[in-house]
């Protein structure tokens, strides 16, 4: 099991610390500054929004591509077994 450590990041010009093991530090700091990139871009668009709504926009969105792309994998998982199964 990796070690824990403490890693700070900046998001929306406010710092978050998490507690985060070794290994992962890395993921969470390219996470973090994704996050703060697409944060920044939706406040750039949406001026007059607030903090908890660009949040809010951002979190949905976010989830929105995920759905996306597990109904983009289940359909190649699809396609692969009918494959396989033509195949056998």
Avoid: W
């Amino acid at each position: 099991m990796s070690d824990v450590e403490s890693c700070t990041v900046q998001i929306l010009g406010r710092n978050y610390r998490f507690k985060y093991p070794s290994d992962k530090l890395q993921q969470l700091t390219a996470t973090a500054a994704q996050l703060d990139l697409r944060l920044s871009n939706q406040a750039a668009e949406l001026p007059l929004a607030t903090r908890d709504q660009l949040l809010l926009l951002t979190a949905i969105n976010l989830l929105n591509e995920l759905s996306e792309q597990q109904q983009q994998a289940a359909h190649r998982i699809q396609a692969l077994l009918a494959q396989i199964t033509e195949a056998g």
